[in-house]
Nanobody, 121 residues
Framework: QVQLVESGGGLVQPGGSLRLSCAAS????????MGWYRQAPGKQRELVAV???????NYADSVKGRFTISRDNAKNTVYLQMASLKPEDTAVYYC???????????????WGQGTQVTVSS
């Protein structure tokens, strides 16, 4: 009933920039928190950044000052602007959203399929 579709990943050189997008679609009543997580090979999935419905943000220490999360509530879309990318940012990036579907009252977590970001020269 709900889909999160990510786009914008790819290969970029160290110091470069990328912008990820994640659009939610389906029988959506409201969206609370939206965020980005990442998982590097052999590592656990970790939080990158989150943004509330009121646009309060929180970032992992490793990306503070380099990444910016934002959202467009009219489009049910969350963005992650990544700058000054480092090889250690290489990972699969996953979109996450707390969504209340139509005819429901409790929010549930939904995940996108993931998009690969590779930072390499």
């Amino acid at each position: 009933q709900v889909q999160l579709v990510e786009s914008g990943g790819g290969l970029v050189q160290p110091g470069g920039s990328l912008r990820l997008s994640c659009a939610a679609s389906g029988s959506i009543s409201s969206i609370y928190r939206m965020g980005w997580y990442r998982q590097a090979p052999g590592k656990q999935r970790e939080l990158v950044a989150v943004i509330t419905s009121g646009s309060n943000t929180n970032y992992a220490d490793s990306v503070k000052g380099r990444f910016t999360i934002s959202r467009d509530n009219a489009k049910n879309t969350v963005y992650l602007q990544m700058a000054s990318l480092k090889p250690e940012d290489t990972a699969v990036y996953y979109c996450n959203a707390q969504i209340v579907i139509v005819a429901s009252f409790a929010p549930r977590d939904y995940w996108g399929q993931g998009t690969q970001v590779t930072v390499s020269s």
